[in-house]
């Protein structure tokens, strides 16, 4: 089996905003991806989760849905070079292109547009029973919208929420300085 | 396969400390832990780290070394619920109990009582090439000691250190109310 | 001039939650306090911010707001201990006890119960031009109706928002342990 | 008087690395800073916490150390902006440049090279009893440099060491997103 972990220099870029390695790893395993498990990525960006995430699932299917022609060619590229081949790409803004998808057990959120309701609304009734629904945002809107979806829905999720501030200790000479990253929320909803 | 990610609450623990959910989760994967992997677990604590690495190693052999009884009664405890059957105890305050365990694919410290120099040197030569060592630690001087040590050996290692600051959004009636964890540094080193 | 910066341990406060002294330092450089202003403490808990603020304006006036017969009797013995005439003490809910009070040059506000927006509102016609409202939280909700609040009246507020994490390196024997203190949001409005 | 919390823009700082305001007001409060203070600003860099120094010390005296020649101009620069005829600039790498100056109120340490065990050395001499230095650093090195010195002068010092991180919530759109400051340490020191 491949090591989930894969260092955030080993994908191709560009400008392309990409969940840093430890988020990454966080928001996988929060998600209980089993091998065969059907994964939605949406807002799939560089498709770095989507990678991960097939290769938790190798007898699974992880749709990386991602709408900007920038990011599809990424994630094309990304997963060339891992030999990713069960990430399937959609080029849509979501909640478009989910309505066909088969039912899925974990569906990761890194970008949502301005459409998270709509996505939480769509997404849900795909959800299958003890699927995990794993949210990553920047911003105070965003979480705050995942959180009053959960609790107006606290008949069909349970929530986690937590907030991950990850600073590298980067060399520099004889010194290790301090670079922090951006705070990331990690949202974890699994169906009751 | 089981999963990655036991949450904290289904380690029995009492009053010893124990390294929370997300740092284990970042840890293990940092380790690369094959599931062929011999592993040390040195200052074990709970068991926490020793279980997960268990379900990541289920052909390998993992090495719970700890030096308190009320540990060791936990470890076995938490074994014996999680059906850790390769999880091997050694009452021991490290370094002493590590000469004859065989070499190392990765090890883990997460408690190093204030001889993390020693076990630094006393585990050097055990570890695998391309094997790695990843610590926890709380405290400035032991990170110290672990970045330290390993510019030192520059030659046999290179390592990455970050600080990881979790924070949980704790459900309080109609509240998500902000309480930290403890932030922690990881250091995780490979042999070139 | 006494110092702004009294330490933690130099307040009564019982069980009382109490604003920590670097949050309570940059709440109160970030208000602005003159030392002739008027200044509202809204949900003043132990009395600290009234205190410090009582002696950032020696020619002001400071009035401490809060419910509890607790907090008003720690307030009260928190003043005379450091002499802080100028501070008068409101035992009500805000919003009320806020009407028949001068208007104000910095209102801060640090315990809201659940009646933030009803506060900001009665607030906002008392602030004078260029006065400056500090709001301290803890809570997602919280930090989200203050900034709606400010959204929405664009054309009256700025606003600043930032999160503050402390964290103390506590000195244990020979070691500094790291141990966390919440992470705070400040959000700092200004009249325009 | 003038307030203290001067914004990061109004100072002109070119590329040369500044203190953020938060961490320059926690660590001119905790510096005690009296209004005929006499204080040292070590590695003065853009001269930012030497100008809030001379505001709070009007009648004191502001010494700016710092060995380049672009901080010298930027120091000069934004000394004059700000009218703090009170601040003295000393070109010179610390602890050169230390020996003449009167004794010190109050010692603030930005920058140190890779000469802080030095400056210690020469400032500890020089600041008077129940004088207060305060060091911001951002590698571990300087940190455990610091508190090293502190341990092995506990006759004469008590310290208090805390890690400060502050995220800004930038305002794009209809959003606030978080966007970290890099952490910073603060060590503050006084003579028992």
Redesign the interface.
């Known amino acids: 089996?491949d090591?989930?972990?894969i260092a955030d220099e080993e994908f191709i870029r560009q400008d392309v905003p990409m969940t840093k390695q430890?988020i990454r790893?966080?928001s996988l395993?929060?998600a209980?991806i089993?091998?065969d498990a059907v994964v939605y990525d949406i807002g799939a960006g560089t498709g770095s989760i989507s990678i991960e995430a097939a290769r938790l699932a190798p007898q699974g299917e992880v749709y990386a849905i991602e709408r900007s022609n920038e990011g599809i060619n990424l994630i094309r590229a990304n997963a060339a070079n891992f030999t990713a081949s069960n990430v399937k790409i959609i080029q849509a803004e979501a909640p478009e292109g989910l309505a066909d998808l088969p039912p899925a057990d974990a569906v990761l959120i890194g970008g949502s547009g301005?459409r998270l309701s709509e996505i939480l609304e769509t997404v849900t009734p795909k959800l299958k029973e003890k699927g995990r629904l794993v949210l990553n945002c920047?911003?105070?809107?965003?979480?705050?919208q995942c959180?009053e979806f959960m609790?107006k829905h606290s008949d069909t999720y349970v929530y986690?929420?937590?907030?991950?501030?990850?600073?590298?200790?980067q060399q520099v000479g004889?010194?290790?300085?301090?670079?922090?990253?951006?705070?990331?929320?990690i949202v974890t909803c699994w169906k009751k």
């Open positions: 089996m090591f989930l972990g430890e790893i966080l395993v929060k209980r089993a091998p301005s920047i911003t105070v809107q965003t979480l705050m959180i609790r986690e929420a937590i907030q991950v501030q990850v600073t590298r200790l004889t010194y290790d300085m301090a670079k922090a990253n951006n705070p990331i929320y």
